[in-house]
């Protein structure tokens, strides 16, 4: 579409949002120490006392497990193969099922696939964008063996509910809480409320380290497992276990943090409080902003918990205003703010799943001897995911620091802008 009409004049906002970067000197002088120091990696792959890290790798999973109150921290490399340790060290294979949101980025059911087992995606509540624990028992079977659940953009899941469908069906539960660093459930930190949490380090999270991830849990099995599946376990099995005449069925790889990511992602950690606060601050200041505005909604927040605002997220009702979401996103846009829409396609639609390939001439794990019934992945199965991708959701990165409560008064000031003007954006509309 060519640009609106009505928006040809100077827009409300007339400099670019700032790139959100919290690295400073601190993490700048931790790396020089490292440099300074040796090793640059201080894990070997075979049994004894560097099996299990450097220095500056095991001081973070100490703080970890310090801040989160838990007994088990094991360090990744990424957030994405923490997650395909979490599966792992719960004894998930082929043949076994884990349900899981298909609103999230690909590597959350890939971790399940890794471990030849099948991801089966539930609906999400339209409110806070996480799983729905109607939807959640609704596919528990036979093969069902734990719950992945997402919390997404910075909120968290209703685990009161999960959690007890976990216990009546004897399932365990993952929480991929990338997004939710910091975040709580009615007072619990999110991460600690399942069996495993998963937190990631990429660059465009609230802490972060370029690349890396962190598993934390209070089962010393599922910590060993975690630990062997990020450093080449099955080669060590025999020098760890050997006494003991204990053999711990298990294949790794490569998923080591390095000393540097390590070192940097420890003075992050001790900005995560205040790094949060700084999101949750202009959060609220615009939650607040926006009820004046009854055709977009704002997330829902479970009463005495705390929403950590990775992205905020609002739905778009189209027909309480009358024009189109990508037209509202048209006219922000020449206001100076962008938006993005829809978040995520819902995994079960793109092709690996569609076609059930993800290795050439084999279907497997989706049919296999081990698993002869078939998961349903048709367009359908998850409607209010794919209302919010395909019709309502909105996601913004303008609570991030160092936007300041005044740029927010400017987008509001030009989504006001935009409701006035909503008739000749329908003639706009028609015309186009």
């Known amino acids: ?53 450097g220095k500056y790798v095991k001081e973070l999973e100490k703080l970890f497990k310090k801040y989160f109150k838990v007994k088990y921290a094991v360090s990744f490399n990424s957030a994405s193969t923490a997650l395909q340790g979490a599966v792992a060290a719960l004894g998930i294979g082929p043949g076994d099922e884990v349900i899981t949101s298909p609103y999230t980025m690909s590597a959350t059911a890939s971790a399940i696939l890794f471990n030849n087992a099948l991801p089966v995606f539930a609906d999400i509540e339209e409110n806070s964008f996480c799983l729905n ?24 899941a209703n685990y009161d509910l999960i959690s007890g469908i976990a216990k009546k069906y004897k399932l365990k539960i993952i929480e991929d809480n990338a997004q939710s660093p910091g975040g709580t459930y009615k007072g619990k930190l999110t991460g600690t409320i399942g069996d495993i949490g998963v937190f990631s380090f ?14 934390i849990t209070n089962n010393k099995k ?37 000393e540097i990511l390590a070192a940097i992602a420890i ?35 479970f009463e005495n918990s705390k929403h950590v605002y990775y992205i905020y997220p609002f739905r778009f009702l189209a027909k ?6 990508a037209t509202f996103v048209k006219a922000i846009k020449a206001e100076g703010f962008s938006l993005s829409v829809g978040y995520q396609k819902p995994l079960y639609l793109i092709p690996a799943y569609q076609k059930k390939e993800i290795y050439p001439h084999s279907h497997f794990p989706f049919i296999s001897k081990e698993y002869p019934h078939k998961v349903s992945y048709r367009k ?34 030009a989504i006001k802008k935009i409701e006035e003007n909503v008739e000749s954006l329908k003639e706009y509309e028609r015309k186009n």
């Open 267 to 301: 003075e992050q950690f001790k900005k995560l409080d205040k790094l949060n606060k700084q999101r949750i601050d202009l959060a609220n200041y615009l939650t607040k902003k926006l009820y004046q505005f009854d055709w977009l909604v704002p997330s829902k927040i």
């Open 202 to 215: 990429n660059f465009h999270k609230v802490i972060q380290c370029g690349e890396g991830g962190m598993l």
């Open 320 to 325: 309480k205003i009358g024009i189109k979401r």
């Open 380 to 413: 359908g199965i998850c409607p209010v995911v794919e209302r919010m991708y395909e019709k309502e959701l909105l996601t913004t990165t303008i609570c991030q620091p160092p936007t300041t409560k005044k740029t927010l008064d400017l987008f509001m000031k």
């Open 133 to 156: 624990p109607k939807s959640i028992e609704k596919n528990i079977t036979n093969k069902t063996k734990a719950i992945l659940v997402v919390n997404l953009f910075g909120n968290s």
């Open 222 to 258: 599922y910590a060993l497992r975690a630990q062997l599946v990020r450093n080449h376990g099955e080669v060590v099995i025999d020098d760890l276990y050997f006494d003991k005449k204990i053999y711990e069925p298990i294949l790794g790889n490569n998923y080591r943090l390095t």
């Open 1 to 53: 579409m060519d640009k609106l009409a009505l928006f040809k004049g100077k827009p409300i906002l007339k400099e670019s949002l700032k790139f959100y970067n919290s690295i400073g000197k601190k993490e700048e002088i931790a790396v020089a120490r490292v440099i300074k120091g040796w090793p640059l990696s201080g894990f070997v792959g075979v049994a004894g006392e560097y099996f299990l890290g």
